[in-house]
């Protein structure tokens, strides 16, 4: 068995691979089937089940076993994380290790898929260097994506004076990791 921190270096590897053999749709593909489909169906259970109660007892131990520097908000309408040091990509650019084009995607390769089957959509960025954002509303509900600090006040990672990055992948109501528009 290889520890957590190999895992993230072989993650990103086998994410190259695919798309060297099939293309995006290759990588998309593994994220959904292997992930959201196998590895990760504990937590679809949860938050169909559950919901807003669901996603506490999925990330609540989770981000804190992998060690993540994070803060969560939930309110009656939406669960949102902000994330200001993300483990696994952390490890990769400590130690030099880039081999595809966008990790971060792969989050959203998995949640996005999973929440959709349980009937939430995702407001979603990431800067590409450890850092992002997440609010996730039943898909009923057509409230926009919080402005920075109203949802979260000073926890809001979009407040850091390092969030701005050269582009960020912004993601709107999505359920897809297709959803993505880049900001820059």
């Not at 669901?54 to 981000?63: A, D, I, V």
């Not at 803060?71 to 290790?97: A, Q, W, Y």
Request: charged share 25%; net charge negative; glycine share 10%.
């Amino acid at each position: 068995m290889i520890g957590c921190y190999d895992f993230c270096g072989h993650y990103e590897w086998t994410f190259e691979w695919l798309h060297q053999q099939g293309g995006h749709a290759a990588v998309k593909a593994y994220w959904d089937e292997a992930i959201h489909r196998d590895s990760q169906v504990h937590a679809g259970r949860l938050i169909r089940e559950k919901g807003f109660e669901g996603m506490k007892e999925y990330w609540g131990p989770t981000l804190a076993d992998e060690g993540a520097v994070y803060e969560r908000t939930v309110t009656d309408d939406v669960f949102r994380i902000d994330m200001h040091e993300c483990p696994s990509k952390g490890f990769l650019l400590r130690n030099g290790l880039h081999q595809y084009a966008d990790y971060c995607d792969h989050c959203m390769g998995w949640i996005g898929p999973l929440m959709k089957d349980a009937g939430f959509v995702i407001d979603h960025e990431h800067n590409h260097h450890g850092q992002c954002w997440w609010e996730m509303r039943r898909a009923a509900d057509a409230t926009p994506a919080s402005v920075p600090g109203a949802l979260s006040g000073s926890h809001d990672v979009r407040l850091r004076a390092d969030w701005p990055q050269p582009a960020t992948d912004h993601y709107e109501r999505a359920t897809d990791p297709d959803d993505k528009n880049t900001v820059v």
